[in-house]
């Protein structure tokens, strides 16, 4: 882990576990991937992009279900993170 990244991780860290997972997993990853799957699943299925009722319940289940994965996604991010943070400076 380099300077510039400790700098940044403890910024990240002295918001908590809970503010990291809500803003890089869920909305970071978990919200952004569902709506890239909905429109590449709706374009690989018709070869161009139809805002019918297909799409839109795509879009309802992604939603729900990829900021769950962001959750999943948080936390193990968070844990990784810290593990190398901890290792840089030295402490288990």
Known sequence: MKEKQRSKWEKLRAKGKKNFIIFNGVIGWG???????????????????????????????????????????????????EKLYRKHIGTK
């Open 31 to 81: 919200v952004p991937t569902a709506i890239l799957f909905t429109f590449l699943m709706s374009f690989m299925e018709n070869y161009s992009i139809r805002f019918n009722q297909d799409f839109f319940e795509l879009l309802i289940i992604s939603i729900v279900l990829f900021p769950i994965g962001g959750i999943l996604f948080g936390l193990w991010v968070w844990g990784w993170t």
